[in-house]
């Protein structure tokens, strides 16, 4: 029993990495697969695995909150708009030769597009790893006692309808505004001929 408790203690970040993992393997089969359902589906790992993440760090509400306004809202909108979008083309529909975006040009914007990510990602690798933050932690308050985390879904429940009610309210118009845009861009219009 000691040693299997020896051994736990030596793996205990391990949890945290097989998280961690899956969110970026399934962040980046979702930008690279073509058929959009799966990357979708993609998707939602990478939220659930972030969200596990949250679970690790005994942030309850805020991981809940993922899976439900992210995983679950979010991914709905993008999967209802690629059905609501007719997505088969027609031989009548497929530009010519001379109309097709030039494949040097495509592979040039592939290539600046992983440029700006490496520049950005090191950007903030090295503020992270040249941060002081035991001076961070103690200047903002995070090294006082903590309180009770059975207390913390209750308090943010109260701030959020409460003090920050506007901000709630507006974040649920915000994804209103995002299901009409979605029924609006994914509507067909009709032609002269179908009218």
Known sequence: MILLMELLSQYSHLPFYILAATTVVCSLGMIFLNNLVRAGFLLIGSFCAIAGIYFLLSANFVAVSQVLIYAVGIV???????????????????PADDEKIDRID????????????????????????????????????????????????????????????????????LLLIVLVGVIILSKKELTKEEA
Do not use: H
């Open 76 to 94: 709905l909108v993008i999967i209802f708009s690629v059905m609501l979008c007719n997505l088969q083309e027609k031989a009548s529909d497929v």
């Open 106 to 173: 495509i592979n040039t914007r592939k290539i600046l597009g992983l440029l700006v990510s490496a520049g950005f990602f090191t950007i903030m690798y090295k503020i992270i790893t040249d941060q002081n933050w035991e001076v961070i932690s103690y200047a903002t308050g995070a090294m006082k006692a903590q309180p009770d985390i059975s207390q913390y879904t209750k308090t943010i429940g109260e701030l959020m309808l409460g003090k920050y009610v506007i901000a709630f309210e507006l974040v649920s118009v």
